[in-house]
């Protein structure tokens, strides 16, 4: 169905290539997971397929790919959209309409299909996604979890044989996340329609791939199936990981059968205290942020309902829900520039009658007080240059006292990054530490992430940790908003649940993630009710017996 015959691309900005001498064989019916730190190709490949590279994109294409017989060098987008679907990163990017339904349709419209098939196929894909309550809503109206559903159904509808996704879950909660890949999985086994599919978070994604295609970042490609490419990658879920650990063999790549191989372990560690997954918040931290009655209400539609919120100093706190549960409802309402129809927001001690409402203060103030990474960081970037950007920052808070340069800061986040630079250019993860060095040049006390893992691979997201611990220990609260259950089990000090705008659950993290086989990440799964959270802890654990059996003389037991 899809083949690559010696191909290599190069941008014309780039010393090496992209992808170099590229062979590959992707097959009807097949689903091949894309993998592969941030930058390394992974969209290229992705785009070469249906022509946008290097028609859209620009650069130059060596080499042969062919789609269902056609060259995509002969072929430009616009001549494969019958035959290849693709979802981007952002679904935003990607509608053309105003409502669900016009979207659904669109496709269809512009391949000519018969109004009586279009309406069937709309009605099929609804149910399919879960969308019908939602088919007469505007998009701009959706959470960004509804919208990338939508997108995928607008490519579904035209019914491709070959489907392109990148990142598809990277905005779903767990629920949803899983609803989309068994949909896509029954579109595989029972249509033959051949699924590419790049995703970070290999957790969700790894038990469904027929095959892994590795890029390792030296433009070469790497194909197999996953339990032998997985074995060696610099990438790998935690299941990997934890199967490395425990030098297992082979490797399972499904809870069920890492709950299998896991038998002797859990034996082993019966009665064994892991180490914490992260160091204890310190006691006595004062209260940040108070929150009271919040309510938030979209065309009389309850959003957010009567939330109270207490933000401690040097905590992070993880928000977790279901798509469209009120979490950057609220997450906007405590900043102060979102609707809030009723209670209150004071940064401040508890009680202090001079404690300011973040909304009733000019803007300068109020980021001061909090700051907020909306879902999509290229919201709060306009300029034409980092330098502009980081310029800007620095003007608009410079009445802070202390105030750390907003270049000294992203040099922190993510160093090497050239003023020069056009902001829009950047990867997902540059892009995050832009605008965060840009929200914390104003010093605020209190620092909101929506969806900040979003484009990121385990390695960024190991340093987007390490940057909000800093900020915990500088004294901050951190509120991060989140489906990334293996993020929070790493980052967060708490969880706070919310359901239909409410709060339904607020406590440790390894108390509330835990206690939902949803919200559980995949360590505490294979290893429950053994009370481990994340590969490090059994880690810590194997090597400290190791250690043990060394000194004794003995062998270990693995």
């Known amino acids: 169905m899809i083949t690559f015959d010696q191909v290599t691309i190069q941008y014309e900005d780039t010393a090496e290539p992209v992808l170099r001498d590229v062979d590959l064989t992707v097959e009807e019916g097949e689903l091949c997971l894309v993998v592969g730190h941030t930058g390394v190709g992974k969209s290229t490949l992705l785009g070469s397929v249906n022509g946008l590279v290097p028609h859209f994109t620009g650069g130059t294409l060596y080499g042969r790919v062919t789609v269902d017989g056609r060259d995509t060098a002969d072929h430009p987008p616009r001549e494969l959209a019958d035959v290849v679907g693709v979802v981007g990163q952002d679904p935003l990017d990607g509608f053309v309409t105003d409502t669900v339904e016009e979207e659904l349709a669109y496709a269809m419209e512009q391949l000519a299909v018969a109004p009586s098939t279009m309406r069937k196929r709309v009605e099929e894909t609804l149910d399919l996604l879960g969308l019908a309550d939602l088919r007469h809503r505007a998009l701009h109206e959706l959470s960004g979890g509804q919208q990338q559903r939508v997108a995928i159904g607008s490519v579904l509808t035209a019914h491709p044989r070959v489907l392109v996704l990148d990142e598809p879950t990277s905005a779903l909660d767990p629920t949803a996340a899983e609803e989309v890949l068994a949909a896509v999985t029954r579109l595989v086994h029972d249509l033959g329609v051949t699924v590419l599919l790049a995703e970070h978070r290999l957790e969700r994604v790894v038990q469904y791939a027929d095959r892994v295609i590795h890029l390792p970042g030296d433009g070469r490609v790497v194909s197999g199936p996953a339990a032998e490419v997985f074995r060696t990658s610099s990438i790998a879920p935690p299941i990997v990981e934890l199967a490395r650990a425990a030098a297992w063999s082979p490797l399972p790549l499904s809870i069920r059968d890492a709950r299998r191989a896991a038998a002797p372990l859990r034996a082993r560690l019966g009665g064994v205290t892991p180490p914490p997954a992260r160091p204890a918040p310190g006691t006595g931290r004062p209260v940040l942020l108070t929150a009271r009655g919040i309510t938030v209400t979209y065309q009389g539609v309850p959003a957010v309902r ?56 000019p803007a300068a103030e109020a980021r001061q007080l909090v700051g907020l990474v909306p879902q999509t960081p290229t919201d709060l970037l306009y300029l034409e240059s980092v330098k502009q950007e980081l310029d800007q920052a620095d003007a608009e808070s410079g009445a802070v006292a202390d105030r750390v340069p907003a270049r000294t800061l992203l040099d922190r986040l993510a160093p090497g990054i050239p003023g020069t630079t056009h902001p829009r250019d950047l990867s997902e993860g540059q892009k995050l530490a832009l605008v965060l060095a840009i929200q914390l040049a104003a010093a605020p006390r209190v620092l909101l992430l929506d969806e900040p893992t979003r484009g990121l691979d385990y390695q960024a997201k190991g340093r987007l940790i390490d940057i909000v611990d800093g900020l915990a220990a500088e004294g901050r609260s951190v509120v991060i908003s ?52 994340t590969v490090d802890q059994l880690a810590a654990v194997l090597d400290a017996d190791a250690d043990a059996d060394a000194n004794a003389g003995t062998d270990p037991v693995s």
């Open 306 to 361: 009567e939330v109270d919120l207490d933000l401690r100093g040097g905590e992070i706190t993880a928000l977790m829900g279901r798509n469209g549960s009120g979490k950057s409802s609220l997450l906007w309402a405590l900043q102060g520039s979102g609707p809030r129809k009723a209670g209150s927001v004071f940064v401040g001690e508890p009680g202090d009658p001079r404690a300011p409402d973040p909304r009733k203060v």
């Open 482 to 533: 989140t489906h990334d259950v293996e993020f929070v089990a790493r980052a967060a000090d708490r969880v706070v649940v919310m359901a239909e705008g409410d709060v339904v659950a607020d406590g440790p993290t390894a108390e509330v993630i835990v206690a939902s086989p949803v919200f559980a990440p995949q360590t505490a799964k294979i290893l429950a009710p053994l009370p481990f959270l």
